[in-house]
């Protein structure tokens, strides 16, 4: 059954579908665009979007800065240091645009977003400036600055979805794939500068959701993560008139990842990010009820005191979280679960801390997205806490809670030794071209030897687990 689906001759034509914007022939387009993308996963799946945008309107794309004539940087603003390197990218820029006359700049994104026309001032050398919810105006932004004008659109939207816009799947594995579901987010977590910099929360057309899946699936891809800041807060009212005589007809999350799910058993669904406050029993009752929804939560934390929680605004306590993930075990057992974590948060005391250790083991995450607390203009947290915490309080706890997640993380791993479990193959390991490497359900990465295997990227197999790093499980095809 597998062999149909995974034809290799089917996925190669296809590939070649998908990178047709990178055309060889120079005269095929009338100028070409490189795109380089920083920060979340929403970040890169824009970029794709902005690929077929200017693709549509007549641009080629290259992977070569050299023979760009339009570089834009996909930017994010979520701690300052990721502002610091998208400042440092755009001065090696700077020497390419003055060794290639007539080459523009543009800034897309979350920096785009909150610098707003600030950047032009900021940094001279930027043509074009376009947020996240301007990217249709592209072409005609990019005619403008082409005139010698300066070209900004900041505007923020509260229906922009880009539903039916097929995104052009630019550093693409052919087995893997990222999905919006959902744009902006009405959460306002004190330390987060997404609200400001991405807008109010908006659901995509569910119908657009399932079709741009199910092209996916056809063309070869068998791991789909459905992206949102807050995804168990999508719903979506479609308007029933062809479905249901005028009955409008909603649609949830839970009933979205099924219907996802439901495009084949050989396609495995993700989801990323969960706010714990949100997510459902449905949800969970939905993931525990199909096995090819993988049994992977990430369940960002922020911070394990209750105090904390409550100036970040997360609106949950220490107990709850600690339940929420009671629950999931109780649904699925063996469900994966990741976290982000804070350190370093105005008034942060070192109970506070010594509170984030404590849930941080009871979770047992399998792996964590660990930050020092930086501040951020304009939000909630820099208008009224003060970012008290020492720099090196900051780097200490830091490493605390990097070592115990490296303990974590080990011990996770150890659980699986001797055990078996499914495979989808992503491509050959970084280590070694005489070894495959995939994931699990539970998102681990499980790299095993190639010999003897008849499968390859965008295939199942079996593998038993005999030894482990804190990072990789190593196994044997059975
Ligand atoms: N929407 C997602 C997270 C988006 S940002 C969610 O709610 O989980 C990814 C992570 O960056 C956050 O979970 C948080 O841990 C971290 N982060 C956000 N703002 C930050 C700040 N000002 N300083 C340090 N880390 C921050
Ligand atoms: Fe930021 Fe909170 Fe929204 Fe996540 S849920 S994007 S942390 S405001
Ligand atoms: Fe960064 Fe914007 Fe994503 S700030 S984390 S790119 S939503």
């Given at each position: 059954m597998f062999d149909v689906v995974t034809d290799k001759t089917q996925d190669e034509s296809r590939?070649?579908?998908?990178?047709?914007?990178?055309?060889?022939?120079?005269?095929?387009?009338?100028?070409?665009?490189?795109?380089?993308?920083?920060?979340?996963?929403?970040?890169?799946?824009?970029?794709?979007?902005?690929?077929?945008?200017?693709?549509?309107?007549?641009?080629?794309?290259?992977?070569?800065?050299?023979?760009?004539?339009?570089?834009?940087i996909n930017t994010c603003s979520i701690r300052e240091k990721a502002e610091q390197t998208v400042r440092k990218r755009l001065t090696e820029f700077r020497k390419l645009k003055m060794a290639r006359k007539g080459t523009l700049v543009g800034v897309l994104g979350c920096m785009a977003e909150r610098l707003k026309s600030k950047f032009l001032e900021e940094e001279k050398l930027v043509d074009i400036v376009v947020g996240p919810d301007a990217y249709r105006t592209l072409p005609g932004l990019v005619e403008e600055a082409e005139g010698g004008q300066k070209a900004v659109n900041v505007l923020l939207s509260r229906e922009?979805?880009?539903?039916?816009?097929?995104?052009?799947?630019?550093?693409?594995n052919g087995v893997n794939a990222f999905v919006s579901i959902m744009r902006g987010c009405n959460n306002m977590c004190s330390f987060c500068v997404v609200p400001f910099t991405r807008g109010r929360e908006r659901s995509r057309d569910a119908e657009s959701i399932i079709n741009e899946c199910r092209d996916l699936f056809e063309r070869g891809f068998r791991?789909?993560?459905?992206?949102?800041?807050?995804?168990?807060?999508?719903?979506?009212?479609?308007?029933?008139?062809?479905?249901d005589h005028g009955a409008q007809v909603a649609v949830t999350f839970a009933e979205l990842m099924e219907r996802v799910a439901s495009i084949s058993p050989l396609l495995r669904v993700r989801f990323s990010t969960s706010h714990p406050k949100d997510i459902t029993d449905d949800v969970l009752h939905v993931m525990a009820r199909h096995e090819n929804i993988c049994k992977y939560i990430h369940l960002p934390l922020q911070s394990g005191s209750t105090r904390v929680l409550q100036?970040?605004?997360?609106?949950?306590?220490?107990?709850?979280?600690?339940?929420?993930?009671?629950?999931?075990?109780?649904?699925?057992p063996d469900c994966g679960i990741s976290s982000d974590i804070i350190v370093g948060f105005c008034t942060e005391t070192d109970e506070d801390h010594a509170d984030t250790l404590d849930v941080m083991r009871y979770s047992g995450y399998d792996l964590s997205y660990m930050f020092i607390y930086s501040e951020r203009p304009g939000t909630l947290a820099a208008r009224r806490y003060k970012d008290?915490?020492?720099?090196?309080?900051?780097?200490?706890?830091?490493?605390?809670?990097?070592?115990?997640?490296?303990?974590?993380?080990?011990l996770s791993n150890q659980k699986d030794l001797g055990k078996e479990f499914r495979v989808l193959i992503e491509g050959e390991s970084k280590r070694s071209e005489l070894d495959w490497m995939g994931r699990n359900s539970q998102n681990k990465v499980i790299v095993f030897p190639k010999e003897g295997v008849n499968a390859g990227p965008g295939e199942y197999v079996n593998v038993k687990v005999t030894e482990c790093t804190k990072a990789t499980l190593i196994g044997k095809v059975i």
């Open positions: 590939q070649g579908e998908a990178f047709a914007p990178f055309a060889q022939d120079p005269n095929t387009y009338k100028k070409r665009f490189y795109i380089e993308s920083y920060g979340c996963q929403m970040n890169f799946a824009d970029s794709e979007v902005v690929a077929s945008i200017l693709h549509g309107a007549g641009f080629g794309a290259t992977r070569n800065l050299e023979e760009a004539d339009l570089i834009f922009e979805t880009y539903a039916d816009i097929a995104p052009i799947r630019l550093e693409s791991d789909i993560t459905l992206l949102g800041q807050n995804v168990d807060s999508y719903y979506y009212v479609a308007d029933g008139n062809q479905v100036l970040m605004n997360r609106t949950y306590t220490r107990e709850w979280y600690k339940a929420k993930v009671d629950r999931i075990r109780e649904i699925i008290d915490v020492p720099d090196d309080i900051k780097k200490k706890r830091l490493t605390e809670i990097v070592n115990l997640q490296n303990e974590l993380s080990l």
